[in-house]
């Protein structure tokens, strides 16, 4: 035999060879990366604490979430394994921006699957009854992961930019507890909070006693913010709505204190005095007839309610008895003794 021909056989022993080492190791490379594959999906996200969260930016690309998940060493693994795991579960480009509860034990399937169908964490901010709308501002400008946008707008702008120039914010937002995510903002919130109190009027507006003194809307709501400021009883909104509605259709003035304290301003230092009674503003409803300008505070839909719908009868008068309630009198000579025995007695 040949050198040549018996040369063919060791290059072809040796072709084999090498193809069987190289499907060995391909065999090898699977197996390792299945694997590799799945000691990462079972692998829990490095998470400290319960409380850590995952900011995704809106217009975040997948990419550049898997740099963020290393950047914040919540994981180690290659950006290869995420974008397998992303495949396979049908979500690279379905990866929603907000921001994500991160809780120990927490694996990268379950992060990914929670991106995809947007489980972004939820916040609130409440919106109380009776305050005024620099609360409401503090309020919202301490509300976590929210964008503050007020801080740099005046009162005066903040109607503006709703298309309802010249139109006061007091007393004109609903009160109510507010959902919201990361990348809203205060505004965002106050015009919910507008809308919601424009629906509200827009509603139960046509359904009100026709006999009633208030004209419009936006009267019955400054009615309203001075019966939420009169009492935190339910029961006796309509009540002392029924001595402003009885009131305001005889001329007679609505001598309320919530509205003289709202136009002393800052000069209010807790009490208030008589001469605060007998000093002009445009809140002071000792000294001028009718509603003040704007609404004093945020009234709730029970005290619209109860200036839509005020209650029967003849009291013109009432007087705090000290345990949060009111004394309700149809003469000046009845309130006079609910005075003496309420607050001149209590004060002995």
């Known amino acids: 035999m040949s050198a040549r021909k018996a040369g063919k056989p060791r290059r072809r022993w040796f072709r084999r060879l090498v193809f069987g080492v190289i499907e060995l190791l391909i065999v090898a490379a699977i197996v390792w990366g299945g694997m590799r594959y799945r000691q990462f999906t079972h692998t829990p996200l490095v998470v400290h604490a319960t409380g850590q969260t995952l900011e995704v930016a809106r217009g975040e690309g997948f990419k550049g979430i898997v740099r963020q998940l290393r950047d914040d060493k919540l994981t180690d693994a290659p950006p290869l394994l995420w974008r397998a795991l992303a495949w396979r579960l049908g979500v690279v480009n379905k990866l929603h921006a907000g921001e994500y509860a991160l809780t120990p034990g927490m694996t990268p399937t379950a992060l990914l699957e929670d991106m995809a169908a947007g489980r972004v964490l939820h916040h609130h901010v409440t919106l109380v009854d009776g305050w005024t709308f620099a609360q409401v501002r503090a309020a919202l400008a301490k509300a976590p992961k929210l964008k503050h946008e007020l801080p740099g707008i005046a009162d005066k702008l903040v109607m503006a930019s709703f298309g309802e120039k010249g139109l006061s914010p007091e007393g004109v937002f609903m009160p109510d507890t507010y959902d919201y995510v990361l990348g809203m903002s205060d505004m965002d919130i106050l015009a919910r909070s507008r809308t919601a109190m424009r ?10 006693d026709r006999s009633i003194a208030v004209q419009t809307p936006y009267a019955a709501l400054i009615l309203a913010s ?47 005095h008589k001469s605060d009674l007998m000093t002009d503003t445009p809140y002071n409803t000792y000294t001028r007839n009718g509603l003040p300008p704007t609404p004093i505070a945020l009234p709730s839909r029970a005290a619209i309610d109860a200036v839509l719908h005020p209650a029967a009868g003849d009291a013109l008068y009432f007087v705090a008895k000290g345990d949060g309630t009111h004394q309700f009198s149809a003469t000046l000579a009845e309130h006079n003794a609910a005075v003496r025995k309420y607050i001149l007695q209590k004060g002995h």
């Open 199 to 208: 629906a509200y009027l827009a509603k139960e507006w046509p359904g009100r």
């Open 226 to 272: 001075l019966v939420e400021r009169e009492t935190a009883v339910a029961s006796e909104r309509p009540e002392i709505a029924g001595v402003f509605e009885r009131r305001l259709k005889i001329g007679m003035r609505l001598e309320t204190d919530p509205s003289v304290i709202y136009g002393m301003g800052a000069a209010y230092q807790g009490k208030i």
